[in-house]
């Protein structure tokens, strides 16, 4: 296995193979999980890996956690859960290049915010940006350099800034949510995937492993607050927020949003109650935490489940599964974790009918079912870059 500093040498099929989120990465990891808990062997999963790892690893400044360098990084580390070295130069290697690119990265955003300018999704979500390189750095190079400033870059996108003499939040961007849906002068998002609720969740899941740097307190509690000021309830479908806040809404106060979103772990309530769970355990603020789990329970009833089309992760109901099985182990109540059984069982009646990926289609379908049979978190971990635990 090579990797190369950017896109030369690797085409457009390689690059796909080294895809997280479509291409050859899921199913290795499938694959591994199944060696792992006995329903498959390693003879499968390491042609999994070598199907990856044939070509050479891009490691770009332009790669993230699902995709290249530090997506390959995340499944060679999934081998070793059972204790095995497995594969050790390899990783060795992509460390290298993991924390290099954390680092370059990170100079990228510093000069960014140097010169006042917004940020990107590309800059910091957990696809593409920093905070996926983060939950990769915090589970498995957790005493690197490159996490504590990564951590501090991420308490600075948490401050306020002044933008044409609006108050805006700190990972406010000026581009769209996506191409289809126009928020003209920009937005700031409130998501796992995309906002402000996977900033929240890195902080809270660093805080709890033990990882601080000055102001990580301050700036949990900062975007709790932010949740609070921008949380709906509806009597008939309970607690919700809106999935972005565009110019006009922050100005005035109201989201534009009418009711609820699909209760998905990318966007929606779950993602959000998860990451607001995780910080309450961080900050030890019980009453937080209650309603925290009480929101997400609330997602589980059948009137939210049938508003489910998709049996995916991003948002179907193997990332709901999922979001739910970690909220669950850490729930003071047991109403979220009475949920998961009628959950397991419409993710077993509703399986995709397209495509192989890991964020839409069979893979990731497949590794929440793996999850679902044996009603224990997965041994890979693999859910790490959902960043729900």
């Known amino acids: 296995m090579t990797a190369t500093a950017g896109p030369t040498g690797t085409d457009a099929t390689e690059a796909g193979g080294q895809s997280l989120a479509t291409g050859a990465v899921g199913p290795a990891i499938l694959a591994i999980e199944r060696a792992l808990n006995g329903t498959g062997n390693w003879t499968t999963a390491h042609h999994g890996v070598t199907r990856v790892t044939s070509s050479p690893i891009d490691?770009?400044?332009?790669?993230?956690?699902?995709?290249?360098?530090?997506?390959?990084?995340?499944?060679?580390?999934?081998?070793?859960?059972?204790?095995?070295?497995?594969?050790?130069?390899?990783?060795?290697?992509?460390?290298?290049?993991?924390?290099?690119l954390a680092r370059r990265r990170l100079t990228a955003a510093e000069a960014r915010l140097q010169r006042r300018q917004s940020g990107t999704f590309a800059e910091y979500d957990i696809f593409q940006g920093l905070v996926g390189i983060?939950?990769?750095?915090?589970?498995?190079?957790?005493?690197?350099?490159?996490l504590g400033d990564l951590l501090t870059y991420v308490t600075r996108l948490t401050q306020p800034r002044v933008h044409d003499e609006q108050r805006r939040p700190g990972w406010w961007v000026d581009h769209d949510p996506d191409p289809t849906l126009p928020t003209p002068g920009g937005h700031a998002n409130l998501g796992m995937a995309h906002g402000a609720a996977g900033l929240l969740s890195l902080l809270a899941l660093a805080d709890r492993a033990g990882h601080q740097v000055n102001g990580q307190t301050e700036a949990i509690e900062r975007l709790s607050v932010w949740f609070d000021r921008w949380r709906q309830d509806d009597a008939a479908q309970g607690p919700w927020w809106p999935q972005w806040l565009t110019r006009d809404q922050l100005r005035t106060g109201r989201p534009t949003q009418v009711g609820p979103g699909r209760p998905s772990?990318?966007?929606?309530?779950?993602g959000i109650a998860r990451a607001l769970q995780l910080a309450a355990i961080a900050t030890n603020h019980a009453?937080?935490?209650?309603?925290?789990?009480?929101?997400?329970?609330?997602?589980?009833?059948?009137?939210?489940?049938?508003?489910?089309?998709?049996?995916?992760?991003?948002?179907?109901?193997a990332g709901l599964y999922h979001t739910a099985l970690r909220a669950a182990a850490d729930a003071k109540t047991p109403d979220i974790a009475a949920r998961l059984p009628a959950l397991a069982e419409r993710l077993t009646g509703n399986e995709p009918t397209q495509g192989d990926g890991f964020l839409t289609g069979r893979t990731g379908h497949l590794l929440a079912m793996e999850t679902a049979r044996t009603a224990a978190p997965p041994q890979t971990r693999w859910d790490t870059c959902l960043l729900i635990n």
Do not use: K
């Not at 530090?70 to 460390?95: E, I, K, W």
């Not at 772990?265 to 779950?270: H, N, S, V």
């Not at 329970?297 to 998709?310: F, I, K, M, P, S």
């Open 287 to 317: 009453t937080r935490r209650a309603d925290a789990e009480a929101v997400l329970a609330a997602c589980l009833n059948d009137q939210q489940l049938d508003r489910l089309t998709e049996p995916g992760i991003c948002h179907g109901l």
């Open 265 to 270: 772990w990318c966007y929606g309530a779950p």
């Open 59 to 100: 490691a770009g400044s332009h790669t993230g956690l699902y995709h290249g360098a530090p997506a390959v990084f995340l499944m060679l580390n999934a081998a070793t859960s059972d204790g095995r070295d497995r594969y050790a130069a390899a990783r060795q290697s992509l460390a290298h290049h993991v924390r290099r």
């Open 134 to 146: 983060g939950a990769l750095l915090l589970r498995h190079l957790p005493d690197t350099d490159e």
